[in-house]
Structure formats: structure tokens, C-alpha cells
């Protein structure tokens, strides 16, 4: 009786590295952005966010929590000299709390448009200028032809593409290679992973609050000790 | 032949008035967009430009390339033109203006190429053109057989000095043109246009000879005004600003394409000009030696300026902190990669509300979509005297009953709660 240990094959030839097993997550050619959170990063392909490709983050509502989760990504980014573009957002995006998640505001442009025509036109525009590191848009209605078509971009660009929805949009398909659900959860978000190229996860992933405010804190000045004992507090409330 | 026995002849003839200045107009654009390819450019009135192209044969390749980005060029531009090439600038004008499109490189053969020529391309007045065909001369050659003091004596030693000028034997000194300082070209449409996007094609024309002359100033501009002439007599002026100084033409092009999309025009054009005031030094580009892998910095500019072009100035900028207590004040508008202050401040929301909304109280509770649960504070901030917009107010990060954090203030004078951000 051959005993099988572990994950070995009884064949030796089904452990080749270009045969995908249905259980696994794809590999990705593009190297992932860490997103900060283990949790998340260990049921992502690549292990963090994709760059070349769309992904697609279908909050609950706004202000949920969706851009904390990008949070640590965004301002890796921005610290490695990357730019990053964000296309209308729903509303003014403060400086102050950017600044103390550590994106460096010299690298952040925000464009505002009038129509969801001018959105996408403006995120295809950033993508094929292939000079970001990442692009933020919220469109409010999106065709499956023009998700397509961002894809695509997204593809030649290697930059972090995201594209925030209503949550209405999870019934929608959509060429996007990541769908992320987010909704509240008692002590923190919890994330659906609603698509990504591997096995389908049926769990959500839960991030806590400690782990949201933890990486808005800096250790060394007064300020940083105020936002540490607002951070306990929150944890505990 | 009258306009009348022409229309009979030809009824679908379409006439047009003669419009001397914009001739001259035409001629001068066309000398400052031929400096790009020699300094040296003479204009002879009313329809030669000459350039004077041995210096810049080394630089652009031959006299096979330069007359091929010339004709390239004209054509774009929207010109038909014929090009001789002649040792002497009279024997080349003269060829030119013949429509034949002679290219004569030595002397020996100058000679019997200017005696190939009909005598009407003398260019002088009628009645001595009708004198010398009266004698039974048709050719260049003809006159030149004849005797020279003869000549002189019957036509006038300025004939005779010409034919010595083309052919080599007299130096033939030209003024040369100066550039203008600043750039002003006007196309008057063939038809007039009621969108856009249909300028887009004269337009084009325009900033090729904008793009010429600049080459020629070794320059570049950071402004462009584009003035649509209306039917009624207005104009509409719609400036382009770019990031950077440039001259280049494909750039133009995509900048004014994509503003004249988004242009309503309220009355047809029947005439565009392009205006370009302060022109810039700006050296040629260096080319890297390796490619680059993520883009130049060039396109992000480029990007910037298209995003700009389509959306306008305002709707594309960056954040900037501003050391102020008052929470709207401290995130200001910045220009993209403006250089920034770290500062620091408390626990702040990611979205700032454009303007406080109020909600309710019930109980002494604040109240939005459910009862908020105060979490964090208070932090009081009371600053803003000094302009007029004094607050006092007493902040909290609260939780709703959704479970997603906010960000609401107390206004201590006058009571009420707002709520001022969202944590996200």
C-alpha cells in the first residue's frame, strides 16, 4: 500500500510546475503588492493585490473601510516613488489622514469628472501612460464591454488597478481578474473574495479593527501617541 | 476671359475673391516654418520662398531628405508648392516659379538649364516681355545668343544684370528673413463648420507651421490660444496650457483634439487662429542610452496634460497638508508633485464631507442612520479668528450602527451635531 504523506503526488510527473491543480490558486507572472493584512494575503494569488489586471472592490457601503484595506499597498507604493491616481472619489479625500497612513501626498493626483464616460476615459488614459503605480476610479455604472476593454489596459500598464462598485454590482460578471466584497463584521470588515483566479473561497476573511489602526500609527511622535490610545480605545469599544 | 464666359464653360466652377494679405500672410508662416531647416530664408514677392540649404545638407541627410521633409511638410501644411534646387537663388526662383521642378547642382549645367527656360519667366514687366516676343525670342537661350549691348540698350541693363545673377556671373545679395517674435497664423475654412471637432483638420495644419517655427527659434511654448472666428463677428478664444515647454506636434495635436471635443461651438466658424505669445528656449531632447522600463517622466507629464486638456486645469491636482486646526483648511489643492510639508495631526477620517452635514439628536445622542456610539474624544479645536470663519467645535470618531466609523463634531456655540467625515 503506498502511504501518501502529505501533499505529494503518487505520480511524480503531476508535480510539474505548469500543471494547475484545482485546488490551487493561479500563479501570477506580474509580481502582487502585499496588502498588509497576512489574513487576506495568503488567500490572493500571487500572495497581495495584482497589478496588471483589474480588480474590483464591491463595498457594502461607502466609507466601510474599503480605502484602509488599500491602505498599506498604497502607501508602499507611493514610499517606492510610485504614482497614484485617483478618479473621482466619492468624496474630499483628506490630506491629513492620507499623510498619517503614510501615502506621500506628493505622489497622489485626484481627477474629477462629470460623467462616468469621462471616468473611464480618464482611467484608461492613466493606465496606458503605464507611468502609475496605482489607479483608483469609482465609476457608478460599468458595461461589461468597458471592463473588458480596462482589462486590457490594465494588462500592458503593471499598475494597481482598482475599480470600486455598489455592492448592487456583485450580480454583474465582470472580466476582472480579483472581486473583493467588503462588509461590517462584529470587530472589524469582513472580506468576500467573490472571484479570483484559483479555487473560489466560500469563507469571508475577517480583519480586525487592531490590525486597520495599527498601520496608521507612527510609534515615535506625540501625535503618534494620541492616535495609539484612540486606536486602543476604538479596539475596545 | 470674363467670370461670366468661364461659368459658361464650366458651370461647376467655383469662384473666390483673391485675398492679397492672407497670400502674403501664407508666404510669410511658410518662410518662418522653412527656418527650421536653414537660417538663411529670403522671401521674394509675391509667391517664392528661397532657402539657402548648403549648410544644412550634413545635418538633415542630403538634398534628397531636405526636399522630402519640405515637400512632406508643405503638404501637410496644406500647401501645393513646386521645389527647384539651383546654385544661384535667381536661377532656382526662376525655375520654381516656372512650375518646373528642375534640380541643377553644378554650373555647367546651371547654364543650360536657365537657357531652357521660356522667357516668361523673366518675370519683368508685360510690355518688355511683349517686346522680346516680338523679336521672335521664346527661350532663355534665345536672348542669351543675342548681343549683349544690343540688349542692354533695347531692354535695360537690369535684364541683362538678372540673366548674369542667374547664371552666376553677378553676386546676387538677399535680405534675409527674421522670424516674428510671437506666433500668429489664421486659416479661413472653405465651408463653415458647426462642430468642433471638424476644426480639428485646420487646426492641425496651423500647429505644424507653430511646430516649424519653433524648431526654428530652437523653442517651445507652455501656451497655445486657439480664436475661433464666429459668423457673427465674435471669437471665441480657448486656451491650452501645458505642463512643460514643448514643440512638438503630434503633442499639440492630441491636447487640441481633445479640448475641441469637449467645446461646444454656439455659432458656425468660418475661420481659426492659433496665437502663440511666449516662446520658451527649450534645447533638443536627449535620447537614453537604455530604454526605459517604466516610462520616461515625460509621460506622466504628458498625462497630466491630456487629463487637463479633456477635464480641465482645476479638475486635476494633487492634496497638500496646510497647518491649520480648522479640519477644512488643512487639506488644501496642490499643483501634481508639488514638494510637502509633514505635519502632524490627530486621528483623521480618509473622506472629508464637502460641507458639514447636521444631523440629529435623540435623547443626547447623536443620531445618523441609528444611534452613533462615541468612541474617541473630545477633541476640541476653536481657532479661525483672525479670518472671519471662527469655529468651536468639539470633535468625536463614532461609531454608526452600521458598524463603519465617522467622524462628527458638537458646535459648541449654538449646539447641534454634524458630521464632518467618514473613516474609510
Sequence with gaps: ?237 | MSTTAALALAPQLRVRQRDASAETEAQLGIAAWAMQFTPNVALEFPDAVLLEVSGSLKLFGGLTQILGDVREGLAAMGFTASLAVAPTSRAAGWFACAGQETLVTDAVRLDEAVSALPAAALRCDPDILEAIAAIGVITLGDLLALPRDGLARRFGQTLLDDLDRARGRLPDPRTFFTPPVRFDARIELISEVTQAEALLFAARRLLLQLAGYLAARSGGVQRLVLRLAHRDGGTTAIAIGLVAPTRDAEHFTLLVRERLGSVALREPVHAIAIEATDILPLAGDNLGLFPDDTGTPGNWERLIERLRARLGTEAVHGLATHAEHRPEHASVKAEPDERQLKLEFGERPFWLLDAPRPIAEVGTVPNYEGPLTLLAGPERIESGWWDDDDIARDYFVARTSAESLVWVYRERRGGGWYLHGLFA
Design chain 1, 1 to 237: 500500500m503506498i502511504s501518501i504523506a502529505s501533499n505529494a503526488s503518487p505520480i511524480p510527473a503531476l508535480a510539474h510546475p505548469a500543471l494547475w491543480r484545482g485546488s490551487e490558486l493561479a500563479r501570477v507572472s506580474v509580481p502582487s503588492l502585499p496588502t498588509g493584512f497576512p489574513a487576506l494575503d495568503a488567500e490572493l494569488p500571487g500572495k497581495g493585490w495584482p497589478t496588471g489586471s483589474l480588480t474590483e472592490i464591491l463595498p457594502a457601503r461607502v466609507g466601510i473601510g474599503e480605502l484602509r484595506l488599500l491602505g498599506p499597498a498604497l502607501a508602499g507604493l507611493s514610499a517606492a516613488g510610485k504614482r497614484l491616481v485617483w478618479i473621482d472619489p466619492p468624496h474630499r479625500p483628506y490630506a491629513p489622514a492620507l499623510a498619517a497612513a503614510g501615502i506621500e501626498l506628493a505622489r497622489l493626483v485626484i481627477v474629477r469628472t462629470r460623467t462616468d464616460r469621462e471616468t473611464l476615459w480618464a482611467l484608461e488614459q492613466a493606465l496606458d501612460s503605464r507611468t502609475c503605480g496605482a489607479v483608483l476610479a469609482w465609476p457608478s455604472a460599468v458595461k461589461y464591454t468597458e471592463l473588458r476593454r480596462l482589462q486590457l489596459a490594465a494588462e500592458d500598464s503593471r499598475a494597481l488597478a482598482v475599480l470600486f462598485r455598489p455592492q448592487q454590482a456583485t450580480v454583474e460578471s465582470s472580466p476582472a481578474a480579483l472581486r473583493i466584497g467588503l462588509a461590517i463584521a462584529a470587530g472589524g470588515l469582513a472580506v468576500h473574495i467573490l472571484k479570483r483566479r484559483g479555487a473560489p473561497l466560500e469563507r469571508a476573511i475577517l480583519i480586525s479593527s487592531t490590525s486597520f489602526h495599527s498601520h496608521a500609527v507612527d510609534c515615535s511622535s506625540p501625535a503618534g501617541t494620541a492616535t495609539r490610545s484612540a486606536a486602543a480605545r476604538l479596539a475596545t469599544a
